[in-house]
């Protein structure tokens, strides 16, 4: 009898222990799985890697400093990827098949040409990786969205303000480089387009120089040697300073108006000294922000545009310390 | 009371039908109430936490918001007094006495600008916007359009009165592209004897007032922003660019109106706004989290009280289980005990220990057993007596010795040729058998039980050679009764040879029969020797039947016939003997009026007995 006394005690005890033990272990579990659960939650957020374009310059910053601001917005990582100024299209398709490797979430790229955002967008599809592609609008298979400016409507706009410039009347040359590329075929479409609406206008030559300055520049000499010209439009920053750098050289008055595209901070000097009298600007910032978000927003479940289309806007020496236009055009603080 | 309980519980059924308990097992209704009970309590408890919680983490939320805001406010407002002290200071240097002092002389002038790495330049121009002087000295280029810019309208417009520009790129000279906020001032100066209106601008970099706003995160995206409480312009916004391109809209209007804080909800995203004024330069700086932070910690707070809500019911469905087979184990215990009793094992016992009512169940189990056991011995003592008793009625009715007395008396009769009498005895002998067996039956009428003591009576009477006499007196009513048979002769047996024998005289044996209320009572009375006090105290007592047999058996039989009366009738019945010494001794039998003969079902079974015998 006392013995089974003791026993059921025993039984009692080891119950109430057993019980006690599975409270203790079951909560926690509770409390470490969900500490472990933010933990995981903080942990890993979203690496996005921005392949920056090759001869970025000052619109290339300005994308970095918009992806930076929209990465922190929406809690993702940037990874960001630079290039020398000398570094050709071809370092830029090396680093982003590395990155793609690498395993990120999603990859915004500002393809060098044609070639590198296909042979990228081959090996993203591959990987399954989203492939946002910046200021090229070409559909490519394996590109999950683009974000540009509309080349034809800012040619529109270039081609407006020389006719604005010319007072309607006048020999205008468009100035492109060598290599024919889409945003420089609708840039020029916009500008022919505009242009065609002064019957006075005539658009003259449409020389393509080599991606160097110093060939534009030697190109602009030929042609200001050969004949008057009353306008020029480069079709991008690099051949536009080639040109303003013979105009400069020349000296004196009666020069051709230049209407261009970009800005960089040599443009705006030149905006301001009186050599280049429009420029036709895209807000860097703007294009990488948006990419960054179109990036989140696919990761997180939301089907983004396939293609955003941004404005540009006409600057020249009057408006370009406007309140909004400064920001654009200079975006760094220093 | 089963049966009214029962039906209570079923109207209550009827009335809420989920709730019916009738024939679900304690253990499932304790366990269920109890994980219910428990669940409730966690789940009211919980609902209360949560909110508490929830709004406490809003209030923190808010209330850290705004204290962040209120810093930058204060932060900004000590860097704009230590620039306008730091001016007061340039201006005194530069326009001593409000005389224009030669630039050689303003050494002081180099300690300020290397000591302050914020201070981008210092210029003053006349009001025509002719630079007089400037620090570094740098020319102003030709694009410049020093009357247009912002900060010497503000000079122009309010002499005398140092006003801050919006930030800008600053526009004065070649190259630099610096993001400035311009302190400008209008003041009269004497200038080669002729007062003379000057503008005197200080560009600080806006650097350290982006760097005091932008590093600020409210929350992981929240941020803070800057306007010009005069027109609303935005002096900084993390995102200004996209402001500008309308990728982004603010509510500035509500922000330049509000005073604390303010919900807006751009793009279908709540947000909080706090606003809080710079008031020497007359900004405003605007705090903006991102309220679905807030209510992420909300859901991460409800996933864990779901977390705790589920943990905690698992736990009170297994403490339930636990508790329920605790608390229903006695009653499983007493009903296997029971099965076991029903079974016919009655030995069992159930263990007295566990909760108090399970104690005093057990115990009075215990007992009702223990009753049951009692019962059933006595049971089967009572059998054993009413078999013996059987047994010794069937020798009674068939006893040697008086046969063999009998017979010898009519023998000695034929012998003296006195047929008459020998005709009388051999047919009363006849007719007591008759009667004694009487087809087995163990009562018979009174008339008959009455015969057969008369038959008894003329026999003994021969046998004993006239010594007594007899008289048999009936009540017309008690004769239909029936009674025990052979229970007067025992009776008269005792009388004759107790009372009679010995006597000298002749004797009388009385028997009479009558109904007294709802008994019926039969008498057998002599006027013997009697008995003393001692005998009749121990006639009836259990000692006498044995110590009364060792001398005579009709002790015993006496003793015998007052066992079956109690037996066959109940302990009320019996006999009741009443004796005086040398006067005689009456003895009366009580039992009860029967006026059918109740055995006729036994009369098979007793049927049987008697073949046997």
Redesign the interface.
């Known amino acids: 009898m006392g013995n089974k006394?003791i026993r059921t005690y025993r039984k009692k005890g080891c119950?109430i222990a057993a019980?006690g033990l599975?409270?203790v272990s079951?909560?926690t579990a509770?409390s470490s799985?969900?500490l472990s659960n933010?933990a995981t939650v903080e942990a890993a957020p979203k690496r996005i890697a921005f392949v920056a374009p090759i001869h970025a310059g000052q619109q290339g910053n300005a994308m970095k400093l918009?992806a930076d601001?929209a990465a922190?917005?929406?809690?993702a990582q940037l990874v960001y990827i630079p290039f020398e100024q000398n570094e050709k299209a071809a370092a830029q398709r090396d680093a982003a098949l590395a990155i793609i490797d690498s395993g990120v979430s999603a990859v915004l790229i500002d393809p060098a040409d044609n070639e590198v955002l296909t042979e990228i967008a081959a090996k993203a599809s591959e990987h399954h990786t989203p492939l946002f592609a910046l200021n090229d609008e070409t559909e490519t298979k394996g590109v999950s969205g683009t974000i540009s400016v509309d080349n034809t409507e800012a040619g529109r706009e270039a081609g407006e303000a020389m006719a604005e410039l010319l007072g309607g009347s006048g020999k205008v040359v468009i100035i492109g480089k060598e290599g024919n590329s889409i945003d420089q075929l609708q840039r020029e479409a916009g500008i022919r387009e505009k242009l065609k609406q002064a019957p006075n206008i005539e658009v003259a030559y449409n020389i393509t120089c080599a991606p160097i300055r110093i060939l534009c520049w030697q190109a602009t000499k030929k042609l200001l040697d050969e004949a008057h010209v009353d306008g020029i439009i480069p079709l991008d920053a690099e051949s536009s300073l080639g040109v303003a750098d013979e105009l400069i050289h020349r000296g004196g008055t009666n020069l051709p108006a230049i209407v261009t595209f970009g800005s960089e901070?040599e443009q705006?000097?030149m905006l301001?000294?009186?050599v280049i009298q429009t420029l036709v600007v895209q807000?860097g910032?703007?294009t990488g922000?948006?990419g960054v978000k179109q990036a989140v927003d696919l990761m997180s479940g939301n089907k983004p545009d396939k293609a955003i289309v941004?404005?540009t806007t006409v600057i020249t020496?009057d408006n370009m310390?406007w309140?909004?236009?400064?920001?654009?055009?200079?975006?760094f603080?220093? | 009371m089963r049966r009214r309980l029962g039906g209570r519980a079923r109207d209550f059924a009827k009335r809420l039908p989920l709730f019916s308990l009738q024939g679900r097992s304690i253990q499932s209704v304790i366990m269920w109430s109890f994980s219910l009970f428990i669940l409730l309590i966690v789940a009211f408890v919980s609902v209360l936490l949560y909110n508490k919680f929830s709004r406490t983490a809003e209030q923190n939320v808010m209330l850290s918001t705004q204290q962040i805001v209120d810093q930058v406010s204060y932060n900004l407002e000590d860097y704009v007094d230590g620039m306008a002290q730091l001016y007061r200071a340039i201006e005194q240097n530069m326009l001593t006495n409000g005389q224009l002092i030669d630039a050689g002389e303003s050494k002081q002038l180099d300690t300020i600008m290397s000591s302050r790495d914020d201070i981008v330049s210092i210029a003053l121009f006349d009001d025509q916007g002719q630079l007089l002087r400037n620090y570094p000295a740098l020319p102003v280029?030709e694009?410049a359009r020093v009357l247009q810019q912002s900060w010497f309208h503000a000079a122009l417009r309010v002499p005398d009165h140092l006003s801050f520009s919006?930030?800008?790129?600053q526009?004065l000279y070649?190259?630099t592209?610096?993001?400035v906020v311009s302190m400008s001032k209008g003041i009269t100066i004497m200038h080669n004897g002729r007062p003379m209106y000057v503008v005197l601008v200080v560009d600080i970099n806006?650097?350290k007032i982006?760097e005091l706003s932008s590093r600020i995160?409210l929350g992981?995206?929240g941020?803070v922003y800057i306007i010009d409480e005069g027109a609303g312009?935005i002096v900084f916004h993390?995102?200004?660019?996209?402001i500008?391109?309308g990728?982004r809209q603010e509510s500035v209007e509500k922000a330049l109106t509000s005073i604390h804080s303010y919900i807006d909800e751009p793009e279908g995203v709540k947000r909080l706004n706090t606003v809080k004024s710079v008031d020497n330069i007359a900004w405003k700086v605007v705090g903006v989290s991102y309220l679905d932070e807030i209510m992420t910690t909300r859901s991460?707070l409800n996933?864990?009280m779901v977390?705790?809500v589920a943990?905690v019911l698992?736990?009170s469905v297994?403490?339930s289980m636990?508790l329920a087979s605790m608390l229903t184990r006695p009653i499983r215990r007493m009903g296997s005990t029971m099965k076991a009793v029903e079974r016919g094992d009655f030995d069992v016992e159930l263990p007295i220990?566990g909760l108090l009512e399970v104690v005093q169940l057990s115990s009075r189990f215990n007992l009702m057993l223990d009753k049951i056991r009692q019962l059933m011995k006595q049971i089967v003592i009572e059998q054993e007596s009413k078999r013996k008793y059987e047994f010794e009625t069937l020798q009674a009715q068939i006893n040697p010795h008086f046969l063999y007395n009998t017979l010898n008396a009519v023998v000695r009769m034929v012998g003296m040729s006195r047929n008459d009498e020998v005709i009388t005895m051999i047919t009363s002998l006849s007719k007591l058998f008759r009667i004694s067996l009487s087809k087995g039956n163990t009562s018979i009428p009174v008339s008959e039980e009455l015969e057969h003591a008369r038959h008894y009576l003329t026999i003994q009477q021969m046998r004993y050679k006239n010594k007594f006499k007899f008289t048999i007196e009936a009540d017309e009513e008690a004769l239909s009764c029936f009674t025990l048979k052979l229970v007067l002769q025992p009776l008269i047996e005792n009388a004759i040879v107790h009372g009679i024998e010995y006597m000298v005289d002749e004797g009388e044996i009385k028997i009479r029969a009558g109904v007294h209320g709802d008994q019926l009572l039969l008498e057998v009375a002599d006027n013997g020797i009697g008995m003393s006090q001692q005998q009749l105290d121990n006639i009836l007592s259990d000692r006498a039947a044995k110590t009364v047999s060792s001398g005579s058996g009709s002790g015993v039989a006496v003793h015998n016939v007052n066992d079956r009366i109690q037996l066959y009738y109940g302990v009320q019945y019996g006999l009741a003997f009443e004796s005086e010494q040398e006067e005689g001794t009456t003895v009366r039998v009580s039992i009860p009026v029967v006026r059918t003969n109740g055995e006729e079902d036994k009369t098979n079974g007793e049927q049987d007995h008697t073949d046997l015998s």
């Open positions: 006394i119950f019980v599975l409270c079951v909560l509770c799985a969900s933010t918009g601001a922190k917005e929406f809690g901070q705006l000097e301001q000294d009186g807000s910032f703007s922000y948006l941004l404005d020496a310390f309140m909004g236009n400064q920001k654009m055009l200079f975006p603080v220093q | 280029k694009s919006l930030p800008h790129v526009n070649k190259g592209y610096k993001w806006f650097k982006e995160s992981k995206r941020y312009n993390p995102q200004q660019q996209l500008y391109m990728l991460d996933r864990y977390q705790v943990v698992v736990l297994l403490i636990l220990k």
